[in-house]
Every structure is written in structure tokens, then in C-alpha cells.
């Protein structure tokens, strides 16, 4: 069974500091995709960033990066320099990879970590 | 370029009672997914369609129905509402024709809040 932990429920930093967001995940697919996913007030969720089982190279999109570690079944994510407008619930999900017998994916969500950067 | 787009965006039931909501696939995609995410709480994968059919479900009882039409769009239909279906729904999106990863992002839309007294 697939299972997504954000351990931190909420997060205060001040404006311009840097934050990670943790997240740990359970699979045992060999191949599966990771996402990061933000929530604000207006309830849409907006898609950050995705990154699969088969790279663990690490990147920098701007002021956001991830930290990706199968050894630890890991996937942080950490935003550089905060602002205001980051202030959101931000959720980590799983994806299995669609097969041919199985065309279907069943992304699990982990339960959210609410981000508040204070100016 | 449309995204997601979903209605209504409030609606409000009494127990018992059956709902019906509708959600637009952004252009140029044919999967649609529904979520259940209840207050303060991670969204719950409820079914997938393609094509018209049912091609993955989650854990949600048969009260839980819905459809796809063939330009794409969806309805989701909850029968014989409990209080505990008071929740925002999803509806997401993407490409699901051929076995490219790639295409495996989801696009959400805003949601509809459903409010059962």
C-alpha cells in the first residue's frame, strides 16, 4: 500500500527566510513519480514540482528545490528566501507509474503542511 | 488556455438527498479524476475515468457514482448523502492516452464545497 507522512502540521517563518517542507513515503512500486502540490485560501491546487523514482538528482527551480533520497524514501522541499504570497497548505503526493494492465493512477496525498511566512 | 474548471463552486444538501457535480477537463485533456479532501485533511482519491468508464476506484462506497461524456467532461454523483460527505471536491485532470510518464501531471480545479446539514 502507497502512504504519504508530512509530519509538520503547521509552519511559521518570517519573511525571507528559508523553509523545508519534509516528506516521507511508503511504495513498493519500483517505478513511481513524487509531487509537490500548493494550496492556497481559493482552495486550487497548484502543481510545484515532480520528480521520478528512477532520478534522484537534485534541483533548484527558482527559489524552490527538492531533496530527493530512495535510500530514505524522502522527498523535502525547501523555498528559498520566503515571501508572503508562499503562505499555503502544501501537500506531497505519490503516483504509481501506469502500466499496460493498469492504465489508471491513484495519486495519494499526504495530509498537508500549512506554511505561514509572517512579514 | 482553460484549466479545470468545476461547478458549482458552493452548494448546500440536507441528509439524504442526492448531489450531482460537474467538472471540465483543461484543453486538450481526457482523464479526469475525482478527490474527496475533507477539513484540514490531505485529498482522498476517489475514482478515475477514460473514455467514458471507470478505470480505477478508490475506497469509496457505491453511493459514490459518476460519469464521463465524450468531450471529456464529468459529473460526480453522491446518493443518500451522510453528514460526514461534507467535504471539498476536486476534480483533476490529465492526459491519460498512452504510457508516456511525462504526461502524468494532474491539473486541479478549484473544487465545489458541499455542506451537508
Known amino acids: 500500500a502507497q502512504k504519504v507522512t508530512q509530519a509538520q502540521t503547521e509552519i511559521s517563518v518570517v519573511e525571507k527566510e528559508d523553509v523545508t517542507l519534509d516528506c516521507v513515503y511508503e511504495?513498493?512500486?519500483?517505478?513511481?513519480?513524487l509531487f509537490w502540490y500548493k494550496q492556497p485560501p481559493s482552495g486550487e491546487l497548484v502543481f510545484l514540482i515532480r520528480?521520478?523514482?528512477?532520478?534522484?538528482q537534485n534541483e533548484i527551480s527558482g527559489r524552490y528545490s527538492w531533496n530527493f533520497q530512495k535510500s530514505t524514501s524522502s522527498f523535502n522541499f525547501t523555498i528559498t528566501a520566503s515571501q508572503v504570497v508562499d503562505s499555503a497548505v502544501y501537500f506531497c503526493a505519490l503516483s504509481e507509474a501506469p502500466h499496460r494492465d493498469n492504465y489508471g493512477q491513484n495519486f495519494v496525498f499526504g495530509p498537508g503542511t500549512r506554511l505561514s511566512v509572517l512579514p | 488556455d482553460a484549466g479545470v474548471t468545476q461547478s458549482p463552486t458552493h452548494l448546500i444538501k440536507t441528509r439524504g438527498q442526492q448531489v450531482t457535480l460537474r467538472c471540465s477537463p483543461k484543453?486538450?485533456?481526457?482523464?479526469v479524476s475525482w478527490y474527496q479532501q475533507a477539513l484540514g485533511q490531505g485529498p482522498q482519491f476517489i475514482f478515475q475515468y477514460y473514455e467514458e468508464e471507470e478505470r480505477q476506484r478508490g475506497n469509496f462506497p457505491d453511493r459514490f457514482s459518476g460519469h464521463q461524456f465524450p468531450n471529456y467532461s464529468s459529473e460526480l454523483n453522491v446518493n443518500a448523502l451522510l453528514l460526514g460527505d461534507s467535504a471539498l471536491y476536486l476534480c483533476?485532470?490529465?492526459?491519460?492516452?498512452?504510457?508516456?510518464?511525462?504526461?502524468?501531471?494532474?491539473?486541479f480545479g478549484a473544487g465545489t464545497r458541499l455542506s451537508v446539514l
Open positions: 520528480r521520478n523514482s528512477f532520478d534522484e
Open positions: 511504495t513498493r512500486d519500483t517505478t513511481y513519480y
Open positions: 484543453s486538450g485533456h481526457d482523464t
Open positions: 483533476a485532470s490529465s492526459l491519460g492516452t498512452d504510457l508516456d510518464l511525462a504526461k502524468n501531471i494532474q491539473y
